[in-house]
């Protein structure tokens, strides 16, 4: 069975590790936050409002602002959707189950959803389009 010895002096064998904790230990405490120091402040996201379709049959009242956009998921797969103006509001589905209505124009209309597994009735969302 051969053994694998090393020709370095006794001295320099342990330098490599010692330099790279120092090395770690160096950039962990560039890294963290001076005690007392303002942590960076995140910027503001522009969150989507998930609005939940909850009952077959219903009729659901939603405001989006003209050039924006809201996310409705549904409890089921949607099956179809119907604009009454697509002038003022757009449908685009994203998923099975969500949909992102995209205000076009200041007005109202309506949205028809047809949710898999539900009651024949359809829901109705009122969709009324704001300005900035």
């Known amino acids: 069975m051969a053994t694998h010895t090393t020709n370095l002096p006794p001295s320099s064998r342990f330098c490599a590790p010692v330099w790279a904790v120092a090395l770690v230990l160096t950039s962990i405490t560039a890294a963290a936050p001076a005690i007392g120091a303002e942590p960076p402040r995140a910027e503001p996201k522009q969150a989507v409002v998930a609005d939940v379709i909850e009952a077959s049959g219903s009729?659901?009242?939603?405001?989006?602002?003209?050039?924006?956009?809201?996310?409705?998921?549904?409890?089921?797969?949607?099956?179809?959707?119907?604009?009454?103006?697509?002038?003022?509001?757009?449908?685009?589905?994203?998923?099975?189950?969500?949909?992102?209505?995209?205000?076009?124009?200041?007005?109202?209309?309506?949205?028809?959803?047809?949710?898999?597994?539900?009651?024949?009735?359809?829901?109705?969302?009122?969709?009324?389009?704001?300005?900035?």
Do not use: C, F, H, Y
């Open 59 to 132: 009729t659901v009242g939603l405001t989006v602002v003209a050039r924006r956009s809201k996310l409705l998921r549904a409890p089921a797969e949607v099956s179809r959707v119907a604009v009454v103006d697509a002038g003022i509001a757009e449908v685009v589905q994203v998923s099975p189950r969500e949909l992102m209505i995209l205000g076009k124009a200041v007005g109202k209309t309506d949205v028809t959803i047809w949710i898999n597994g539900a009651t024949r009735q359809p829901t109705v969302v009122l969709v009324r389009v704001v300005s900035d």
